[in-house]
């Protein structure tokens, strides 16, 4: 059951595992919602994931994990739920790459994961919804590696 506890272990076991050179994927759907902060935050909220025991996992509580990530691993979180712009938000998460306001900028992710999927009036893309080896096969391309069924864990 992906509980708080069952989440952050994983994820905490996922991070302790890699070495340099892995690409982490982390992928969130569900709901997600905002708490009391008097901390760091401008706006006093932490942003937070809600797995199924409706306890949270704040982005700081993301952080104290991905902080152990080694250097020269990659980590990509996809979050499908409210409030998941910010979730890694501070200082410490670098995220890079071309804006799409960028002439030279390649295809955007969403563009390579609709074309992975065909034709665009497909169920899947009209439900932006994918099969998962549709998406990690784009995501491995336009990282730049091969993605063998094999490799995925979950």
């Known amino acids: 059951m992906p509980s708080v506890t069952f989440m952050q272990r994983k994820l905490s076991e996922l991070v302790s595992a890699s070495q340099p050179g892995d690409i982490?994927?982390?992928?969130?759907?569900?709901?997600?919602?905002?708490?009391?902060?008097?901390?760091?935050?401008?706006?006093?909220?932490?942003?937070?994931?809600?797995?199924?025991?409706m306890n949270c996992i704040t982005d700081d509580d993301l952080?104290?994990?991905?902080?152990?990530?080694?250097?020269?691993?990659?980590?990509?979180?996809?979050?499908?739920?409210?409030?998941?712009?910010?979730?890694?938000?501070?200082p410490e998460v670098q995220i890079s790459g071309p804006k799409s306001d960028d002439p030279d900028a390649p295809p955007q992710l969403v563009d390579t994961f609709t074309a992975s999927a065909g034709d665009?009036?497909?169920?899947?893309?009209?439900?932006?919804?994918?099969?998962?080896?549709?998406?990690?096969?784009?995501?491995?391309?336009?990282?730049?590696?091969?993605?063998a069924p094999t490799q995925v864990r979950s």
């Open 63 to 90: 952080r104290s994990i991905l902080i152990n990530l080694a250097d020269g691993v990659k980590f990509t979180m996809v979050a499908d739920c409210c409030h998941s712009g910010t979730l890694l938000d501070q």
């Open 24 to 53: 982490l994927f982390f992928h969130y759907s569900g709901h997600g919602t905002q708490v009391p902060d008097n901390s760091e935050e401008t706006d006093a909220k932490d942003e937070a994931l809600c797995p199924t025991d």
């Open 120 to 147: 665009p009036n497909n169920r899947d893309v009209g439900c932006r919804s994918l099969p998962t080896d549709a998406f990690l096969t784009a995501l491995g391309e336009r990282l730049g590696i091969t993605v």
